[in-house]
């Protein structure tokens, strides 16, 4: 396996320019999540939460580690705008997965660890809002980006903004502001 899932402090560390035990304090504080080996109790970091937290404290995100932060869930049922969806994000260099109803959505959200997901608030059966509160209401999706496209005719974005979306994007989705957004999100 060449692909890099998770980083030991002293990676970690070596990526920030700090001590270990400087990583080690922010694990012990709660500022960075990490899962203590059995035994010994070495900590180890997944990438996905290392990279998040680089981010969120505006700290440079390395560029091999960057491109394992390229995962993004598209969560839409309409083949047009899944067509469109995954050809715009691809086009930004984004490992797409797609899923057409919630229930694969959260399979896969356990299972690839997207850095960003793509919802159509317009999905059959499933309210926008309530995937909006699952996800900022569990501690592993708090890194995870979340671009809404909006209804058509949606007069009240910033209620989107409100429930938790990074961005909003118009329905049926303009692929190239799709992409600007995606890109803008993942800091390509």
């Not at 705008?81 to 984004?94: I, K, M, N, S, W």
């Not at 209804?151 to 329905?171: K, S």
């Amino acid at each position: 396996m060449s692909e890099l899932h998770v980083l030991t402090t002293g990676e970690a560390a070596r990526y920030c320019g700090v001590n270990f035990r400087t990583v080690i304090r922010w694990i012990e504080r709660g500022q960075l999540k990490a899962y203590k080996l059995p035994g010994r109790g070495d900590h180890r970091i997944c990438v996905e939460d290392f990279v998040g937290f680089l981010r969120d404290n505006s700290m440079p995100v390395p560029s091999e580690l960057a491109a394992a932060s390229r995962k993004v869930l598209l969560l839409a049922s309409d083949p047009e705008l899944t067509a469109a969806g995954r050809q715009a994000l691809q086009q930004v260099g984004c490992d797409v997965e797609v899923a057409g109803d919630s229930f694969v959505a959260g399979t896969l959200m356990a299972g690839c660890k997207p850095a960003l997901m793509v919802v159509d608030a317009n999905l059959v059966g499933v309210n926008g809002f309530q995937i909006l509160d699952h996800l900022r209401s569990r501690s592993e999706y708090a890194n995870v980006r979340v671009v809404v496209i909006a209804p058509a005719g949606e007069q009240d974005q910033q209620r989107w903004l409100d429930a938790g979306a990074d961005a909003l994007v118009a329905h049926p989705g303009e692929r190239s502001e799709l992409a600007a957004k995606v890109k803008l999100l993942l800091e390509v």
